[in-house]
């Protein structure tokens, strides 16, 4: 992508208080809350086999997505196209990021849509931040082979991201 800003301005990222959970193995689909209460969406086809993945459901600025984040390891390419058409299937209209890799104050992430990387890249910085508490100053993430540098604050009401391409 040509023409793109060395920087966006600051963006608002809001999680929302469910989280889903996704096993591509067995098709199974579930919500919780973080109030304790867990729905499921899509039961296991074939018992509840392979690993587990998370996935933030976030609004930054206007775009509504979903960021795979791995619990225990990245997802396999089968087990991604899987994550990717599950989901789509769940809510057609948000696009999917898919974390690959993240380690304290790095994030990759695997988009496929050039709207998305922006906002990908912001929410995957507020998600380091307040869900696996990383108290990096900022961000080296990696958004379809492209560098940013992500910084991330609550300034008492939401969260605030700035995505600087690096």
């Known amino acids: 992508m040509t023409g793109h800003n060395a920087s ?20 199974a689909l579930w919500v919780y809350d973080f109030g304790n209460k867990t729905k499921v969406l899509r039961d ?3 018992g509840n086999s392979g690993p587990v993945f998370q996935v ?6 206007g775009m509504k997505l979903f960021l795979v984040l791995p619990t225990f390891a990245a997802a396999t390419l089968t087990e991604q196209d899987r994550i ?3 989901l789509a299937e769940h809510d057609p209209d948000r696009p999917v990021a898919l974390v690959v ?3 304290e104050g790095r994030v990759v992430i695997v988009a496929g849509v050039a709207e998305l990387v922006a906002p990908a890249a912001a929410a995957a910085a507020v998600v380091r931040t307040c869900w696996e508490w990383d ?9 379809d082979q492209r560098d940013h540098f992500v910084t991330a604050k609550h300034d008492g009401e939401t969260w ?7």
Request: proline share 6%; glycine share 10%.
């Open 56 to 61: 933030a459901q976030a609004t930054v600025g």
């Open 135 to 143: 108290e990096s100053p900022g961000f080296s993430i990696v958004v």
């Open 8 to 27: 966006v301005p600051e963006l608002a990222v809001r999680l929302e208080d469910e989280a889903l959970f996704v096993v591509p193995g067995s098709g």
């Open 84 to 86: 990717f058409s599950m």
């Open 44 to 46: 296991a086809n074939e």
């Open 101 to 103: 890799e993240q380690s």
């Open 160 to 166: 605030q991201a700035s995505v600087h391409k690096g």
